[in-house]
């Protein structure tokens, strides 16, 4: 036979590298937001996420997507899901890296090291991080119940993943989902129509009985979750534990997985309750607030995941035109591909910025500039950060032409990137919901706009362009009435709190060409066009996987 070719100039897989020591501007805004944390355990993250084994676990689980078995051969009702061994695998890392509820019971810094571990483990797997940051999320709307947060608070931190369908009092950790959406509305959950029936009073405070149904309700397979449904006096936030105080598994339906775009090794599920058993969580009637406190948490994750996403993308971009030859030199010696890798990682590091100095604010829940923060950033990070995501994905995947665009078996992690993308954006409050959010808390007065002004006051004097483009922001703030504005001036704010960190923890280079492009105009509508006074080399140098 004769040969047909030789395969050379395919760049080889980036493996084994680790994922924390190589990301210079995680390092240092890390040690910006928590100059005192040891980042031993990190690093340690960081290396078992970048290898080639764990990597292999990544691709198995989405490759073998699970499956729902509704009854047994015998007839009976099981509602279990099934899942490849590799899921329990990613599981187990995620919970034994401290990634749920571990911050809740930690010290300092505690919720910027869980956020930075969030970040680099969503290199390696993102989706099966859902049931992970709910469980994350989780603590604080539990306080609601003082019952059950003193049974349930403590097993939530346990660094300790349990994968069988048993009762939460055989298990020493266990993990939490959530239940808002139905059929009829998701953004405007006053829609609900689940109806509960007040059923009795026990240790756990008020028990009622729910019947109707969820339209999403991913990682069904969780030990307990908090779910909306209409009591007496309204809308109401209930504890449902898959498997009830005497033994019985509660009456909870899985009727379907849903066929999704990405996401594909989470399960996310539609469910019935037919009297399934819940306790009342907070008031009777205040279950919107009471539920927001998780949303609020999983927004911040919404943001840190899309933030791990661009870095993901970014360094497989940088890995693959630092080893691919076109037109007699490697495609990042290339002019035109320099910009378009320097704009990228730029961005990246906006995003990773933004999103570790919103996660700061949760590790001082005391203080009130950090209060502020935390109800200003929550909805300006989700937005901004998890709308970029999309875009940056599919010019990261055109970075490595057609190869970026297959999935070969699940080789191909930029198309699963690509694919994850848009369910930050979608999920905890879509693009929109988080502009109203935003504008609802400008609107309850001066505090928040002059704690962003605070915020800004240190990089005053810095760049011309940024000084102008914060002038305006008072104005703005304070006209922040026109819901039909509300993007802009979410995407404004993202931007000059973006800046104001990269002064503060990033080379001038950076400060300066991120003030140039996305403050001062100059900058087109695609990435790849920075102006040509850009120091390239030095952003490509300082993004560049080590
Ligand atoms: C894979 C996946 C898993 C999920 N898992 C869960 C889960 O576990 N638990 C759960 O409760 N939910 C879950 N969801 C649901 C998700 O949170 C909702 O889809 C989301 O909140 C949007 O709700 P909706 O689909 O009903 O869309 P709608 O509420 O109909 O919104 C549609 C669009 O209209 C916009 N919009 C809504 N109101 C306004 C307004 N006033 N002004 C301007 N624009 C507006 C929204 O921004 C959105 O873009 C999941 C979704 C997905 C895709």
């Not at 939530?156 to 266990?174: E, H, I, M, N, W």
């Not at 339209?215 to 209409?230: E, G, I, K, N, R």
């Not at 923060?373 to 055109?398: D, I, N």
Request: a negative charge; aromatic letters at 8%.
């Amino acid at each position: 036979m004769e040969r047909t070719h030789e395969v050379f100039n395919q760049p080889l897989p980036l493996f084994g590298n680790n994922l924390f020591s190589g990301n210079q501007a995680l390092r240092d805004a890390l040690r910006f937001n928590a100059p005192a944390l040891p980042t031993d355990e990190l690093h340690r993250l960081g290396e078992q996420v970048g290898t080639a084994d764990i990597q292999t676990h990544a691709r198995l689980a989405n490759v073998h997507t699970p499956r729902l078995l509704t009854h047994d051969r015998f007839g009976h009702r099981v509602d279990q899901v099934e899942f490849h061994p590799s899921y329990h695998a990613l599981l187990d890392l995620a919970v034994s890296s401290g990634l749920h509820g571990a911050p809740w019971a930690e010290g300092a810094h505690a919720h910027v090291r869980r956020a930075a571990g969030f970040m680099l483990f969503t290199e390696l797997e993102p989706s099966t991080l859902c049931p992970i940051s709910m469980s994350y999320a989780v603590t604080p709307a539990l306080q609601g119940n003082a019952a059950l947060a003193a049974e349930w608070g403590p097993k939530l931190t346990q660094r300790s993943y349990d994968p069988r369908f048993a009762p939460a009092s055989q298990k020493a950790g266990v993990t939490m989902g959530m239940g808002m959406t139905e059929k009829q509305g998701g953004s405007d959950v006053r829609a609900n129509t689940t109806q509960a029936h007040f059923d009795g009073r026990d240790a756990w405070g008020e028990r009622y009985a729910l019947v109707g149904h969820k339209w999403f309700f991913s990682a069904p397979m969780c030990d307990a979750f908090l779910v909306l449904a209409q009591a007496p006096a309204g809308l109401s936030c209930f504890f449902l534990p898959r498997w009830l105080p005497d033994g019985k598994v509660n009456a909870i339906h899985i009727q379907r997985l849903k066929d999704k775009l990405g996401n594909k090794a989470n399960a996310s599920s539609e469910i019935e309750f037919h009297g399934a058993q819940a306790w009342l969580v907070g008031e009777e009637g205040r279950g919107v607030p009471q539920i927001l406190e998780m949303g609020t948490m999983t927004r911040l994750d919404c943001a840190l995941g899309s933030s791990g996403l661009m870095r993901q993308a970014l360094s497989l971009a940088l890995n693959h035109t630092a080893q691919r030859q076109a037109f007699g030199k490697a495609l990042i010696a290339q002019p035109l591909m320099r910009n378009v890798l320097a704009d990228l990682a730029l961005e990246s590091e906006a995003a990773t910025a933004l999103s570790l100095r919103l996660a700061r604010a949760f590790d001082k829940p005391g203080d009130a500039h950090e209060s502020l923060m935390a109800r200003l950033l929550t909805p300006v990070a989700k937005y901004w950060v998890c709308k970029r995501g999309s875009h940056f994905a599919q010019e990261a995947m055109e970075c490595l032409g057609g190869n970026g665009y297959v999935e070969e078996n699940g080789e191909g992690v930029m198309a699963r990137i690509y694919r994850e993308m848009p369910l930050n954006s979608i999920w905890e409050g879509a693009g929109n919901i988080m502009a109203l959010d935003l504008l609802r808390a400008l609107r309850k007065g001066g505090a928040i706009a002059d704690a962003l002004m605070a915020e800004l006051a240190p990089v005053r004097g810095a760049h011309a362009a940024f000084d102008r483009f914060v002038d305006s922001l008072p104005q703005r703030v304070d006209d922040a009435n026109a819901e039909t504005d509300a993007r802009r001036l979410a995407q404004d704010v993202a931007l000059a709190v973006q800046a104001a960190l990269l002064r503060q923890h990033a080379p001038d280079f950076v400060f300066d060409a991120f003030c140039r492009s996305r403050l001062g105009g100059d900058w087109g509508q695609a990435f790849g066009t920075l102006g040509a006074g850009t120091d390239f080399d030095s952003i490509i140098a300082r993004a560049m996987p080590q």
